[in-house]
Nanobody, 123 residues
């Protein structure tokens, strides 16, 4: 079971960027998604989180300039970032709390992290 994030890159101040993250493997249930970020030389902080509401199609939550949304049927979460600022420069990590099955079976939900994708906001 793993999370694969993509969509990072260089963007100008004021621009927008959308990250995506897809979970793969034998997954029985996704309890929650989140995006964290770690600016250069600093610790990792929560950007925005989203609990699975049970809607199999789509759900979302907005926090300021950042919107997290998920398509659980595709096991994918997105982070829409608008009006980006230089201080948004960071490595962005997706996170999921999931119940896994098959060879990765566990009786309780566990934390999973993607490897991170770099977002650089600069002119």
């Amino acid at each position: 079971v793993q999370l694969q994030a993509c969509g990072g890159g260089l963007v100008q101040p004021g621009g927008s960027l959308r990250l995506s993250c897809t979970a793969s493997g034998t997954i029985d249930y996704i309890n929650a998604w989140a995006w964290y970020r770690q600016p250069p030389g600093k610790g990792r902080d929560l950007v925005v989180e989203l609990e699975n509401t049970g809607d199999p199609a789509f759900s979302s939550s907005k926090k300021g300039r950042f919107t997290i949304s998920s398509e659980n049927a595709k096991r994918t979460v997105y982070l829409q970032m608008d009006s980006l600022k230089p201080e948004d420069t960071a490595v962005y990590y997706c996170y999921a709390k999931m119940r896994t099955g098959g060879a990765d079976y566990a009786p309780w939900p566990r934390d999973f992290w993607g490897k991170g994708t770099l977002v650089t906001v600069s002119s």
